[in-house]
């Protein structure tokens, strides 16, 4: 008998699911039902039955605490599933340090996230931040000066080749980019990728990018990569892209960077401080385009996550390594 944590309505969504993966092992699940209160906890005795436990997107962010403060507290779990990437959250490594396995559920979003990076791209390229504010004012503005230069022309190049760094790499080909990528590990040739360099590398193509794409994970190492001084690597004519964490960018040096004229604009999904607080000079800049850390939002995304979980709950029954699965350290 297998325990498993989850929330009502996901033992509703793919509960016939989860009971087929265990009966083709020839076991059973015990579901055990987060309270539909947020506020609410399990007794003792549900803690001790919880072998394996999904962090669902349904849950966040109201039912995060309960769900966790579960899931610390039940000392034979030795699995976590989470809908989301990311997992620089502390509470993962406290679990992890207990000895349970986490896996995500990353690539569930790559195509959405990168779709809308592409979007802010091509909306910064053709100018249509100036075109939308005419439009407001009701006037017939067409652009001024000399004409954009076609993408075809240009540099993309994109910091983290993960599922959603590698989807903005498809894309930018796509558009006729010129597509530089950038990680730590060796690429194997089938990226969409037209050259490749390790992070160690990037001031010497800084120069030559006129889109710079941030796809990467925040660690130490990734913490402010992008700081005053790689910002004025840039050309002037250059923009940032990015939908990775806000912190791996120093906000202070991308403001100023703006305001001199230093980088030509930015799309920003993610930032250090979230919400962004109203009084933030970013907000003001009209060659900025800002979402509130929603790109990733998409109707089909809660049942990626899904098939993410049945998938390694397949694996996880038949001792096959776990897809995503977060290595200590």
Same mark, same amino acid.
């Given at each position: 008998?297998?325990?498993?944590?989850?929330?009502?309505?996901?033992?509703?969504?793919?509960?016939?699911?989860?009971?087929?993966?265990?009966?083709?092992?020839?076991?059973?699940?015990?579901?055990?039902?987060?309270?539909?209160?947020?506020?609410?906890?399990?007794?003792?005795?549900?803690?001790?039955?919880?072998?394996?436990?999904?962090?669902?997107?349904?849950?966040?962010?109201?039912?995060?605490?309960?769900?966790?403060?579960?899931?610390?507290?039940?000392?034979?779990?030795?699995?976590?599933?989470?809908?989301?990437?990311?997992?620089?959250?502390?509470?993962?490594?406290?679990?992890?340090?207990?000895?349970?396995?986490?896996?995500?559920?990353?690539?569930?979003?790559?195509?959405?996230?990168?779709?809308?990076?592409?979007?802010?791209?091509?909306?910064?390229?053709?100018?249509?931040?100036?075109? !939308?504010?005419?439009?407001?004012?009701?006037?017939? @503005?067409?652009? +001024?000066? =000399? /004409?954009?230069?076609? &993408?075809?022309?240009?540099?993309?190049?994109?910091?983290?080749?993960?599922?959603?760094?590698?989807?903005?790499?498809?894309?930018?080909?796509?558009?006729?980019?010129?597509?530089?990528?950038?990680?730590?590990?060796?690429?194997?040739?089938?990226?969409?990728?037209?050259?490749?360099?390790?992070?160690?590398?990037?001031?010497?193509?800084?120069?030559?990018?006129?889109?710079?794409?941030?796809?990467?994970?925040?660690?130490?190492?990734?913490?402010?990569?992008?700081?005053?001084?790689?910002?004025?690597?840039?050309?002037?004519?250059?923009?940032?892209?990015?939908?990775?964490?806000?912190?791996?960018?120093?906000?202070?040096?991308?403001?100023?960077?703006?305001?001199?004229?230093? !980088?030509?604009?930015?799309?920003?999904?993610?930032? @250090?401080?979230? +919400?962004? =607080? /109203?009084?933030?000079? &970013?907000?003001?800049?009209?060659?900025?385009?800002?979402?509130?850390?929603?790109?990733?939002?998409?109707?089909?995304?809660?049942?990626?996550?899904?098939?993410?979980?049945?998938?390694?709950?397949?694996?996880?029954?038949?001792?096959?390594?776990?897809?995503?699965?977060?290595?200590?350290?």
């Amino acid at each position: 008998m297998i325990g498993l944590l989850v929330t009502n309505r996901i033992r509703e969504a793919i509960g016939d699911r989860i009971i087929a993966a265990a009966a083709s092992a020839g076991n059973e699940v015990d579901f055990v039902l987060l309270p539909p209160d947020p506020a609410g906890r399990l007794p003792p005795e549900d803690l001790q039955r919880i072998d394996v436990a999904f962090f669902s997107g349904d849950l966040y962010p109201d039912g995060s605490r309960g769900f966790f403060a579960a899931a610390q507290g039940a000392p034979r779990l030795q699995w976590l599933h989470t809908f989301n990437a990311g997992i620089d959250a502390p509470v993962f490594g406290r679990i992890m340090a207990n000895g349970t396995r986490i896996t995500t559920s990353s690539g569930s979003t790559a195509v959405p996230i990168a779709q809308t990076l592409v979007t802010a791209l091509l909306m910064l390229a053709r100018g249509f931040p100036e075109w !939308l504010q005419s439009q407001h004012r009701r006037e017939w @503005e067409p652009r +001024p000066g =000399p /004409p954009p230069p076609d &993408l075809a022309s240009q540099t993309l190049t994109v910091v983290g080749l993960g599922a959603i760094g590698t989807e903005i790499a498809r894309l930018g080909q796509a558009l006729g980019l010129h597509v530089v990528g950038v990680r730590r590990t060796p690429v194997t040739g089938a990226e969409p990728i037209d050259e490749f360099i390790t992070p160690d590398a990037l001031d010497t193509v800084l120069p030559r990018t006129d889109w710079l794409a941030l796809a990467a994970p925040l660690t130490p190492a990734t913490e402010h990569m992008i700081d005053d001084r790689r910002l004025t690597l840039l050309p002037p004519t250059a923009c940032l892209l990015n939908v990775g964490r806000g912190s791996l960018v120093d906000e202070s040096a991308l403001i100023r960077s703006l305001s001199s004229g230093r !980088l030509a604009g930015a799309y920003l999904d993610v930032f @250090e401080e979230e +919400p962004l =607080p /109203p009084d933030s000079p &970013l907000w003001n800049f009209p060659n900025v385009i800002i979402t509130p850390h929603n790109s990733s939002v998409s109707a089909g995304n809660e049942a990626r996550t899904w098939d993410y979980f049945i998938q390694n709950f397949e694996a996880w029954i038949h001792g096959q390594p776990l897809r995503n699965e977060v290595r200590p350290g």
